[in-house]
């Protein structure tokens, strides 16, 4: 009875007080996320933070701030309403709370349209109440890219790259069956990964590796970011017959060194018989026989070469292709998921919006229809106490 008179005549924020009083406030606690809220760029993010036990406080103030800004604030409610004095500009119509569950104890932030900067440590407080501190890391990721960067002794060598990325990832290859590849038999990669960082602070990663033979052909480019929990990866399919062909022409540049090297049917070597042209003259049959030969043989290499080059350009302008028909795609699906959970998130707010509004409207009916049944009990009485009074006179 009497903190009910206090709030009657000391107003709200007296009721208040009283109230966390009366229910004892040592015992009441607001409780966090035990664990950092993670969040990707262009996200929106709930920071949690609930009272405990479960106590309303829709007629409380509740106030967001990050110690490490100034001014602090991230996000005011008190008297029933949110305020934007002192609030950071950065964070202006990004943040809200959850009206319809603050009498369930709810005092989560929203925070929408992530950025690097919104990372750092959130405090949750209510006054009379010890606050506490949610950390907030936010991420960035991108698709990592393959190419064929060259050759190497009877090798293709890939690269990768990937940019873009915050904290700094990891990358690896790994072959057909899992197994990350090392500087072993039998592929060789580059003993470290290249790292480079923008003036944003967002990183890039970059590593080779060079493959031969195997029994698909098949690499797979990964990058992870343990902070974050991402993974993204790449796969790409090496021909055989591209190392066919480097095979092909290491093999024709073998058979012309062996050849300059016999002997003709005179017993002279062959580059001895070159330098005594002028000896044999224009028309020696042997000359001209052993010239035929290795024009031939030149010509054989050049097209060879010019084939093999040809069908790696080729392969090249495919698997870019695919690449980035692939990345096109992804990136379309992730857009069409980030709509649909944004269209889903919004439908659940609506629905509860809703839910609430009509339990209010219940409540106040009933209320309604209590202060109706009581005013006609009352009147009935005093209808039966004035007809009493009138036929006891």
């Not at 934007?84 to 932030?109: A, H, I, W």
């Not at 990350?180 to 990964?193: K, Q």
Request: glycine letters at 8%.
């Amino acid at each position: 009875m009497k903190t009910s008179a206090a709030c009657c005549f000391g107003g709200i924020i007296l009721c208040i007080g009283l109230s966390l009083r009366a229910a004892g406030s040592s015992q009441i606690q607001l409780v966090g996320s035990a664990d950092p809220v993670v969040a990707l760029a262009g996200d929106n993010v709930i920071l949690p933070c609930y009272l405990e036990p479960n106590v309303s406080a829709v007629d409380m103030m509740v106030e967001w701030t990050r110690s490490d800004l100034k001014p602090q604030r991230v996000h005011l409610y008190r008297e029933g309403r949110d305020s934007d004095g002192e609030q950071l500009p950065s964070y202006r119509g990004r943040t809200s709370l959850f009206k319809e569950e603050l009498k369930n104890s709810n005092v989560s932030l929203k925070l929408t349209g992530v950025t690097l900067s919104d990372a750092g440590d959130y405090k949750c407080f209510i006054p009379t109440l010890k606050e506490t501190t949610i950390p907030l890391i936010v991420g960035v990721v991108s698709q990592p890219v393959i190419s064929i960067n060259g050759t190497k002794d009877w090798g293709v060598v890939l690269k990768c790259d990937s940019g873009g990325w915050y904290p700094q990832p990891e990358l690896e290859w790994l072959d057909s069956h899992g197994n990350v590849l090392s500087a072993t038999e039998p592929t060789e990669t580059s003993n470290s990964t290249e790292t480079e960082m923008n003036p944003e602070g967002r990183y890039t990663v970059r590593r080779y590796v060079t493959v031969r033979n195997t029994d698909n052909n098949r690499f797979t480019c990964r990058v992870v970011q343990p902070q974050i929990n991402q993974t993204r990866e790449t796969q790409i399919h090496v021909p055989a017959k591209k190392n066919l062909d480097l095979q092909t022409k290491l093999d024709t540049e073998e058979r012309i060194r062996q050849h300059v090297e016999e002997k003709d049917e005179s017993g002279s070597n062959r580059v001895e018989m070159m330098e005594m042209q002028p000896l044999l003259g224009p028309g020696s049959e042997t000359e001209r026989g052993g010239r035929q030969a290795v024009d031939a043989l030149e010509d054989q290499e050049r097209e060879e070469g010019r084939q093999a080059v040809d069908a790696l350009e080729d392969q090249e302008r495919e698997e870019g292709r695919q690449a980035v028909d692939a990345l096109e795609d992804q990136e379309r699906e992730e857009g069409r998921q980030a709509v649909d959970a944004l269209e889903d998130q919004e439908r659940e707010e609506g629905r509860q919006a809703v839910d609430a509004l009509e339990d209010q409207e219940r409540e106040e009916g009933r209320q309604a229809v209590d202060a109706l049944e009581d005013q006609e009990r009352e009147e009935g009485r005093q209808a039966v106490d004035a007809l009493e009074d009138q036929e006891a006179t």
